[in-house]
Antibody, heavy 120, light 107 residues
Framework: EVQLVESGGGLVKPGGSLRLSCAASGFTFSSYSMNWVRQAPGKGLEWVSSISSSSSYIYYADSVKGRFTISRDNAKNSLYLQMNSLRAEDTAVYYC?????????????WGQGTLVTVSS | AIQMTQSPSSLSASVGDRVTITCRASQGIRNDLGWYQQKPGKAPKLLIYAASSLQSGVPSRFSGSGSGTDFTLTISSLQPEDFATYYCLQDYNYPRTFGGGTKVEIK
């Protein structure tokens, strides 16, 4: 069974840093691109970042470029999001999601999400 | 960035109704569009990929159509478990962008 489990969320002050993790199981993690998607309280979904299976291709939303860094460790079946210079508007539930990889627009498995709150 | 304009933002419908949600892209995106369902407090769930392909395990009352700039998600006969918020997602290019969402409520 495919499972994605996020961790690392919490309360952080503006300007602070946080590292999110996503532990994957039930599939060959190293074969799939992965994503972070976030959702501010009461708001819609926002794509944050994607990383290809071998980390060769990395993309960011303009809203986080230069502040967030996506990475992965295929040996540990884990995806990460290093978040620096956090702002109040980064407050959201952060989901990791798997790219199906062959067909378009198919984020076929999602984690349960981890809440990040940026507040003084 | 490609803008995805979803409409309506909300709708009220009854069980058994046919429901249609649309998504318009600010430029052509071929068929690189997916539809997602999200219930309160839960992660999104993939319904449709490549604009019209039904994800495994998703009931056949859900269907998608369109190509280029205009796309539609149709629920042929609304069921109680379908009351949720629906989002479209384009991955024609980066940054990927979601539509603003459509909340389907009980009339």
């Amino acid at each position: 069974e495919v499972q994605l489990v996020e961790s690392g969320g919490g309360l952080v002050k503006p300007g602070g840093s946080l590292r999110l993790s996503c532990a994957a199981s039930g599939f060959t993690f190293s074969s799939y691109s992965m994503n972070w998607v976030r959702q501010a309280p009461g708001k819609g979904l926002e794509w944050v970042s994607s990383i290809s299976s071998s980390s060769s291709y990395i993309y960011y939303a303009d809203s986080v470029k230069g502040r967030f860094t996506i990475s992965r460790d295929n040996a540990k079946n884990s995806l990460y999001l290093q978040m620096n210079s956090l702002r109040a508007e980064d407050t959201a539930v952060y989901y990791c999601a798997r790219d199906e990889g062959v067909v378009p627009a198919a984020l076929d498995y999602w984690g349960q999400g981890t809440l990040v709150t940026v507040s003084s | 960035a490609i803008q995805m304009t979803q409409s309506p933002s909300s709708l009220s419908a009854s069980v058994g109704d046919r429901v249609t949600i649309t998504c318009r892209a600010s430029q052509g995106i071929r068929n690189d569009l997916g539809w997602y369902q999200q219930k309160p407090g839960k992660a999104p769930k993939l319904l449709i990929y490549a604009a019209s392909s039904l994800q495994s395990g998703v009931p056949s009352r859900f269907s998608g159509s369109g190509s280029g700039t205009d796309f539609t998600l149709t629920i042929s006969s609304l069921q109680p478990e379908d009351f949720a918020t629906y989002y479209c997602l384009q991955d024609y290019n980066y940054p990927r962008t979601f539509g603003g969402g459509t909340k389907v409520e009980i009339k």
